[in-house]
């Protein structure tokens, strides 16, 4: 039965897995178990009680246009705030360049709707955000990996890269980064590689999709301009959403891109889901406009910059030897590199067991040989407390793996070391 | 500047057209203008106070939970509560075979990405829901059309269509239909045709994408059983919302499924939206079960059926001999028939001048050559008065251009008529 009904299935969807990321965290409803898995903001942050009061008021007053459907661009009067808003960080935008979308992921959706054909390229760092390489990958994507270092996206490999690709019949149409505090890594791009991006996007045509969700979540050093703010040919569409600063479950996110690009994205979102939730627009665009905001923004800094001195504070503490990681300036993740060749997915196991929990960095990367000894800690939602037993936990884990010695995946470790390995010590693969 | 942004674009986006209706629903805040265009529900059955009562609790009480990110699926309470209603209908469906969705539109857009391939076929009535035709088309399905008749599609023409399909080295993967008072033209399909409809799903192996946003509004005659009810094989995949029964603009719908299928339209949303605003959901199950919701249905069918009767007694008082319509047992259209050769497009300008608009029925076929004398009356969102004045003036437009003459545009007319015309009168093919 199952057969007569599933090889109907497109091309695409025999492709989709679901994703590992996903599937563990439906682990973590055991009780005791310390999550640094996911990407959750931290409830304590949801502002319930003046989102109440602003639910309670629109449907008062306004109940019959609140419960009524939506033009798709979005409600009017959030796009201008939404306008305005990325005006004041320096964006030359106005409401005409703004879409409101059922959450930024939608954005990627949309995106590869309006560009994507199978096997044309996307540009990605390795690593980055998952449900990227899962939303273009719906639509056939091929991806291009670019490296990483602590200032995001390697520009001298991407300079080579792209003017190599370029040359191609079918060169790349959209490079996604993620600039700020950059998820899974937590790396920030500087300033004088943004201005290097948006050249090299006029110089090689193509269009930059900046994936900005974290950006108001710097807890220490200065804001960089966006790449939308020197982007003066439209090559630039920029993404963000109220789901970090107010609430993801609102679904509210929004696009600001070229009218020529803004108008096939709407067309798309049309016919894929009408319009965004009004009444989540409403409770928007009431609590920017009645000031809440920019004090909203201020409480999650303080918040979630402690918990960052705390998970810093406990990677020291409870770490061994021979791990890295970035010290992010914002946003949600600490990104930990493993000893060479130890494998995170292997780790996971024994963690879950000792009960805390993270994502294995892996999944964050196109090519899915990279990033073996690699993981991703989110840490917003723990409680402080749990933080730091929850790096306790995981730092002995860490410990007895390296004191035991761990089985060296093939595909992890450089090849010639490998070989070393197999015939001086174990004398087996 | 544009060329160089818009040669970017995917197929499917080059191939997006804005419709036509969306343009002109942009042209109804004229004021003075009595609207028959779009499909709104009636703000007046909104019911708006409960929804701030059922908002104001859940945020008091579980704000943390309503405001944070969703899993993919839906929220359990909700799923189940939606089971349990589609089972008192006599579909065998539980918590596992329901999505929830951002309104029922995105079934259609998961179903392409889950069953489509460029240039696979859906089979759907000519006419269909328009945007069931911009969604599949997003994903370059190619369509067939079957003709209706007041018994929705025409049996006979669908079997002989599907006998000849099936042998096809690419036969049809979806057979889409409006089964309750379709959208536009009002017909329901009798339960002889939909046993037959589900025997040949399973005869010539083809999926049934069974949409049903508005079978709860029946104003007369009894409820006939959904094909969902009849399926056996899990080849029904049915989708329905609360868009037409509580409010549109929570964007909450939902499909049932067989889990096969289920699993991979969850993985398409995971990567469209991630999930379905939570605090929507949330205020469609309480309102569920507390139980307001067939207290709701039996208020909005008494707004909706008193007024289809003002609307079918201004149809007798003011339309001129020549016209077809269809009268509706349920739903929220009416479906005219203009006199043969009589371009609706066209009527609609006259229409507008007297500040009365409708949709010109072509919108609602596949094959843009059709339907040209046909157009869709909304009968849910005027006013009583407005509906009654609205067709006074819509008569009278129409019977100037009667009396005036029509220019009887070439596609519109028999072809044997056409070619005759042409060899008489042009001497050109």
């Known amino acids: 039965m ?12 025999k492709e989709m897995r679901a994703s590992e990321v996903r599937e ?15 990407g959750l903001p931290n409830p304590e942050t949801f502002p319930a ?23 798709t661009e979005g409600y009017a009067p959030l796009r201008e705030a939404v306008a305005e808003r990325m005006r004041k960080k320096g964006m030359d935008v106005s409401v005409e ?111 930059i999709l900046e994936d900005d969700p974290y950006g108001e979540l710097r807890y220490v050093g200065k804001d960089i301009p966006a790449l939308k703010c020197l982007d003066d040919e439209g090559r630039v569409v920029y993404m963000s959403t109220f789901s970090k600063t107010l609430s993801p479950g609102l679904r509210v996110g929004w696009v600001a891109a070229d009218p020529d690009i803004l108008k096939k994205l709407i067309i798309s979102k049309q016919s894929t889901d009408v319009c965004t939730n009004v009444l989540g ?28 001195g705390i998970m810093l504070r406990g990677m020291d503490e409870f770490m061994p030897k021979g791990l890295d990681w970035v010290r992010p300036e914002g946003g949600m993740f600490l990104w930990v590199t493993l000893p060479e060749g130890m494998d995170s997915s292997e780790l996971l196991k024994s963690a879950l067991k000792k009960r805390v929990a993270f994502v294995s960095g ?28 929850g790096l306790r936990r995981l730092g002995s884990v860490i410990n007895q793996e390296i004191v035991s010695g761990w089985d060296r995946p093939p595909e992890s470790v450089d090849r010639k070391m490998e070989e070393a390995v197999k015939g001086a010590l174990i004398g087996k693969s």
Request: zero cysteines; charged letters at 25%; hydrophobic letters at 45%.
């Open 362 to 389: 892996k999944a964050f990367f196109a090519d899915p040989r990279e990033g073996l000894n690699t993981m991703r800690l989110n840490f917003t939602h723990p409680s402080d407390d749990l933080i730091t037993e």
């Open 97 to 207: 360049n703004i879409l409101i979308v059922s959450g930024s992921q939608q954005v990627i959706d949309l995106m590869a709707k309006v560009f994507i054909d199978p096997k044309d390229t996307v540009v990605v760092t390795a690593p980055t955000y998952l449900t990227a390489l899962t939303g273009f990958g719906a639509f056939q994507a091929t991806f291009e990996s670019i490296p990483i270092d602590a200032h995001n996206m390697r520009m001298d490999i991407f300079e080579e890269r792209i003017a190599r690709l370029a040359k191609r019949a079918n060169p790349p149409e959209i490079v996604y980064v993620l600039p700020n505090f950059q998820n899974p890594a937590g790396v920030t791009m500087p300033e004088k590689n943004r201005r290097r991006l948006v050249d090299l996007a006029s110089e090689y045509d193509f269009i």
């Open 2 to 13: 199952a057969n007569r009904l599933t090889r109907h299935f497109s091309d695409r969807a």
């Open 49 to 71: 009680n003046i989102i109440r009061e602003i639910a309670n008021d629109v449907l008062m007053r306004d109940g019959a246009q609140a419960l009524q459907y939506g033009i």
């Open 24 to 38: 563990l965290l439906k682990l973590l409803q055991v009780p005791d178990m310390i999550s640094f898995a996911g």
């Open 281 to 308: 627009q409403r409770i928007a665009h009431e609590y920017v406009v009645r000031g809440h905001i920019d004090e909203q923004i201020e409480r999650i800094k303080k918040i979630y910059s402690r918990k960052l």
